[in-house]
């Protein structure tokens, strides 16, 4: 007898294999059983204590998430939303260099100011959630390990954090590392992987920064600072080097080649996987295609380089509830202090509100605020925001840029950008793809998720509240790519 049966699903098995109708049957945790059938196959034979009939619905494994930042969120989210809404059943964090631990009594702050500065995760819910009571990483481990959570959950260390507890002040204003300070890394890296930790990560593109506008700590590390520590998470046992590559964002398209050189050199000698942030940048459109296959080469000669691509364009949603281009106009902002949500939405739509907000001029930006000049790009981007509507489209032509929007109805860019966010009572959002956009479609993409070299990611999952919203991939891409 089957503890539970799932007939008449879809099964998409996650193999690249075409989806097929299936009975699904499950005992003692495991899958036991897949039954193929057509319209008129009958079901698969035998009694279940529960079954669920899935007809007309998918029937996949969880996803595994690799590019996630729950490192604190994990701390009062059991759940780990919006992950877990969307079909990941493991999550990764510890990404891109940041998170906490390891930690010295005194440096929680400090951390807390990193993760903010470099992931847009509010640091009032960053204080206020994260319960710390660890030091080391395997005591993190510890802490994480006793939460009873809706998804798995691993993590890897951290170069900040290790940088930091290792270096102290040096360490987090990036001053060179001593062949004293790379051994002091290097114990706290392989002790963490012994612990638990699935690998190590870093980060090496300026785009990554502090609340105090410092690079992540690891950003300009020497090259026998990461070969040593590369040589201690292959010490610690089987793990993965994972790195947000210098150039990533397209503020260096020499540089990448140059990373890819010393991460295969790294690969040859240690025998761990390095995954690499891969996307399309605007400032030169075909250099992802000459790392994909450089990371084949590699691979092919021994070195296990991953290109991690995104399931689809990497940018902002930007609209009322969040980023706008108006954020800065007097009167919005008085709205803004004195209105709930569902009073803001509408007074934003009386005409004589509408009228004044366009009229105004922009009040100063405040530099010691994240991301407070975002209303200027916002304002000087209508032919690249898209309206993309409700269900969203992630793939839409230039017709739904606001500039066209705006041609179409005769109105200046910015009473159509007001026009369009004040959609669905005022909840509609506007994207900007800042990358995998080069070309207005989604061809790149799909090159980069069905090439051999390419790994699933960048979701950012618990990352960049105010503008991103990517952990809802596994959904988008069993709605978009079917």
């Given at each position: 007898?089957?503890?539970l049966k799932?007939?008449?699903?879809t099964v998409?098995?996650?193999?690249?294999?075409?989806?097929?109708?299936?009975?699904?049957?499950?005992?003692?945790?495991?899958?036991v059983?897949?039954?193929?059938?057509?319209?008129?196959?009958p079901?698969?034979?035998?009694?279940?204590a529960?079954?669920?009939?899935?007809?007309?619905?998918?029937?996949?494994?969880g996803?595994?998430?690799?590019?996630?930042?729950?490192?604190?969120?994990?701390?009062?989210?059991?759940?780990?939303?919006?992950?877990s809404?969307?079909?990941?059943?493991t999550?990764?964090?510890?990404?891109?260099g940041?998170g906490?631990?390891?930690?010295?009594?005194g440096?929680?702050?400090?951390?807390?100011k990193l993760?903010?500065?470099?992931?847009?995760?509010?640091g009032?819910a960053?204080?206020?959630?994260?319960?710390?009571?660890?030091e080391?990483?395997?005591e993190?481990?510890?802490?994480?390990?006793?939460?009873?959570?809706?998804?798995?959950?691993?993590t890897?260390?951290?170069?900040?954090?290790?940088?930091?507890?290792?270096m102290?002040?040096?360490?987090?204003?990036?001053?060179?590392?001593?062949?004293d300070?790379?051994?002091?890394?290097?114990?706290l890296?392989?002790e963490?992987i012994?612990?638990?930790?699935l690998?190590?990560?870093?980060?090496?593109t300026l785009a990554?920064?502090?609340?105090?506008?410092?690079?992540?700590?690891?950003t300009?590390?020497?090259?026998?600072?990461?070969?040593?520590?590369?040589?201690?998470?292959?010490?610690?046992?089987a793990?993965?080097?994972?790195?947000?590559?210098?150039?990533?964002a397209?503020?260096?398209?020499?540089a990448?080649?140059?990373?890819?050189?010393w991460?295969r050199?790294?690969g040859?000698?240690?025998?761990?996987?390095?995954s690499?942030?891969?996307i399309q940048?605007?400032?030169?459109?075909?250099?992802?295609?000459?790392?994909?296959?450089?990371?084949?080469?590699?691979?092919?000669?021994?070195?296990?380089?991953f290109p991690?691509?995104?399931?689809?364009?990497?940018?902002?949603?930007?609209?009322?509830?969040?980023?706008h281009?108006?954020?800065?106009?007097?009167?919005?902002?008085?709205?803004?202090?004195?209105?709930?949500?569902?009073?803001l939405?509408?007074?934003l739509?009386?005409?004589?509100?509408?009228?004044?907000?366009?009229?105004?001029?922009?009040l100063p930006?405040?530099?010691?605020k994240?991301?407070?000049?975002?209303?200027?790009l916002a304002?000087n981007?209508?032919?690249?925001?898209?309206?993309?509507g409700?269900?969203?489209?992630?793939?839409?032509?230039?017709?739904?840029?606001?500039?066209?929007?705006?041609?179409?109805?005769?109105?200046?860019?910015?009473?159509?950008?007001?026009?369009l966010?004040?959609e669905?009572?005022?909840?509609?959002?506007?994207?900007?793809?800042?990358?995998?956009?080069?070309?207005?479609?989604?061809?790149?993409?799909?090159?980069?998720?069905t090439?051999?070299?390419?790994?699933?990611?960048?979701?950012d999952?618990?990352a960049?509240c105010?503008m991103?919203?990517?952990?809802?991939?596994?959904?988008?891409?069993?709605?978009?790519?079917?």
């Amino acid at each position: 007898m089957f503890d539970l049966k799932i007939t008449g699903g879809t099964v998409v098995d996650g193999t690249g294999a075409d989806r097929f109708t299936a009975d699904v049957a499950i005992k003692d945790g495991k899958i036991v059983e897949v039954h193929r059938r057509g319209p008129n196959d009958p079901m698969l034979a035998g009694d279940a204590a529960e079954t669920i009939d899935a007809t007309g619905k998918i029937v996949a494994p969880g996803f595994v998430d690799i590019h996630t930042h729950y490192d604190g969120q994990v701390s009062w989210d059991a759940v780990l939303e919006p992950s877990s809404n969307h079909g990941v059943t493991t999550v990764v964090a510890g990404n891109c260099g940041v998170g906490f631990a390891p930690v010295r009594p005194g440096q929680e702050d400090w951390l807390i100011k990193l993760m903010e500065g470099v992931e847009d995760i509010p640091g009032t819910a960053l204080t206020e959630g994260i319960t710390w009571g660890w030091e080391t990483f395997g005591e993190y481990l510890d802490v994480i390990g006793k939460r009873e959570l809706a998804v798995d959950m691993g993590t890897q260390i951290a170069h900040g954090a290790v940088r930091a507890y290792a270096m102290g002040e040096r360490g987090a204003r990036n001053e060179p590392a001593t062949p004293d300070d790379i051994k002091a890394m290097a114990e706290l890296v392989q002790e963490a992987i012994e612990a638990g930790a699935l690998g190590f990560s870093s980060s090496r593109t300026l785009a990554h920064r502090a609340m105090d506008g410092e690079p992540v700590p690891g950003t300009f590390a020497a090259e026998d600072e990461l070969f040593a520590l590369g040589r201690a998470t292959a010490a610690g046992g089987a793990a993965v080097f994972e790195l947000a590559p210098q150039g990533a964002a397209g503020e260096d398209i020499v540089a990448p080649k140059t990373e890819l050189d010393w991460m295969r050199r790294l690969g040859e000698e240690i025998d761990c996987a390095l995954s690499f942030a891969l996307i399309q940048v605007d400032a030169d459109p075909n250099l992802w295609r000459e790392q994909l296959e450089l990371s084949a080469a590699a691979h092919q000669a021994g070195s296990r380089l991953f290109p991690q691509v995104a399931a689809r364009p990497f940018g902002m949603l930007l609209g009322f509830p969040g980023h706008h281009a108006f954020t800065h106009r007097p009167t919005y902002r008085r709205l803004q202090a004195e209105c709930t949500r569902e009073e803001l939405a509408e007074r934003l739509a009386d005409p004589k509100v509408r009228a004044a907000i366009l009229a105004e001029e922009d009040l100063p930006i405040d530099p010691s605020k994240l991301f407070d000049g975002m209303f200027m790009l916002a304002q000087n981007a209508a032919n690249r925001l898209y309206h993309i509507g409700e269900p969203p489209d992630y793939e839409p032509t230039d017709e739904r840029t606001v500039a066209a929007i705006a041609e179409q109805r005769g109105l200046d860019p910015l009473a159509a950008m007001y026009d369009l966010m004040l959609e669905a009572n005022a909840g509609a959002m506007l994207m900007y793809p800042m990358f995998n956009y080069s070309d207005g479609n989604h061809d790149a993409i799909r090159e980069m998720l069905t090439h051999p070299a390419g790994v699933l990611g960048l979701s950012d999952g618990g990352a960049h509240c105010s503008m991103i919203c990517d952990a809802s991939y596994p959904t988008f891409l069993l709605t978009h790519c079917s």
